[in-house]
């Protein structure tokens, strides 16, 4: 047995040499590469799984405040027929990139007010549809102020546009298609794009004003996506029977802690910052409210983003079965004529 155990233990240590000889070979090396690339572009050329309802894919759950491995306020909305971004924080896109959504097919970007983190990525959005080969330029809606948003991100990426068609081809990008496309709307807006209905709702994020939040209505199932906001009474009347919501979150004992921790440690600006937020954010404690109003609600937009599993137990204190936390890369999927909920199917 020993002899056995040390064969075995020898032919390992041979076997990692043997490895790691391997992999220093250039000629190993580029059959690894080509294998890669193969699997890479088989799968983008194969695309996402696109069955009959709403998808939702987080393509960013996080706040302002800093958080690694989470990208800044972003939902996917996708049908067979449609596709729709909500917000686009920054590193989002990446993520977008990274999911196999089909980009060439996005349609709009619904945007929910103009603070920095729900609009960052709006031309990196563009871009990314662009070369992937949108034939329509990108529409861009929002409240108030979304024509000065949109131009001067044109205006800012000018030049950029004009180095990639340069270097591309006008073939392969038309200019036209580089350039956004902004619309402003109010609350009570309605787009009908086939059987997907899409109605903008007042959101509360004052002193930011006006926001938005927007529901989608698809074959008998429903989302609502808050944006930021407060629980108002818009929120419990658009969320009314809902399916699937999902809501900015604070945690507010998290928030309070930091605040208080910034301020013995003299970092009046940080408790300055900290207590201000807690203004114009849903508490966890408040969202509960919603917990007859729709089957599932998902806390997302999360401030603090929970870094580890304490911040994570207190961030989901008293939370309803039917209640759960966003972490990017999720998928949540409504099938049409259904009342199923489905989280990260395989």
């Known amino acids: 047995m020993k002899k056995f155990l040390v064969y075995l233990v020898l032919a390992l240590l041979a076997l990692t040499a043997l490895l790691q000889w391997s992999l220093n070979s250039e000629s190993t090396q580029q059959v690894l590469l080509e294998e890669m690339a193969t699997v890479a572009q088989n799968a983008a050329a194969r695309g996402i799984p696109e069955p009959d309802g709403l998808q939702v894919f987080v393509c960013g759950s996080s706040s302002p405040l800093p958080t690694p491995d989470r990208a800044q306020a ?46 960052a990525e709006l031309y990196e959005m563009n871009l990314g549809s662009w070369v992937q080969g949108r034939p329509l330029p990108l529409q861009v809606y929002g409240p108030r102020g979304m024509d000065q948003v949109v131009e001067g991100i044109n205006d800012t990426y000018e030049l950029d546009r004009g180095y990639r068609i340069a270097h591309h081809g006008a073939d392969l990008l038309p200019a036209s298609l580089g350039v956004m496309q ?102 966890t404690e408040s969202l509960l409210a919603l917990q007859s109003q729709a089957k599932m609600v998902v806390y997302y937009h999360l401030v603090p983003s929970p870094r580890n599993v304490v911040m994570e137990k207190i961030f989901s204190r008293h939370m309803a079965d039917n209640y759960r936390i966003a972490e990017d890369g999720d998928w949540f999927f409504l099938p049409a004529d259904s009342t199923d909920i489905i989280v990260n199917p395989d």
Do not use: W
């Open 182 to 283: 902004p619309e402003e709307i109010v609350s009570g807006f309605v787009l009908q794009d086939g059987d997907l209905k899409i109605t903008a709702y007042h959101a509360d994020h004052s002193p930011v004003s006006p926001a938005l939040g927007y529901r989608f209505d698809y074959r008998g199932r429903s989302l609502v996506i808050s944006g930021d906001s407060i629980v108002t009474d818009d929120t419990r009347q658009v969320t009314a029977a809902t399916d699937l919501v999902f809501h900015d979150a604070l945690s507010d004992v998290t928030i309070s802690t930091m605040a208080e921790a910034a301020t013995q440690a003299g970092q009046d600006r940080a408790a300055k910052i900290l207590s201000d937020i807690r203004d114009y954010h849903a508490s």
């Open 74 to 119: 972003c939902l996917a909305v996708v049908t067979p027929s449609h596709f729709y971004v909500v917000d686009a924080g920054a590193g989002s896109t990446n993520n977008l990139m990274l999911s196999r959504l089909p980009m060439h097919r996005l349609q709009a970007i619904l945007v929910t007010h103009h603070h920095s983190d729900h609009i």
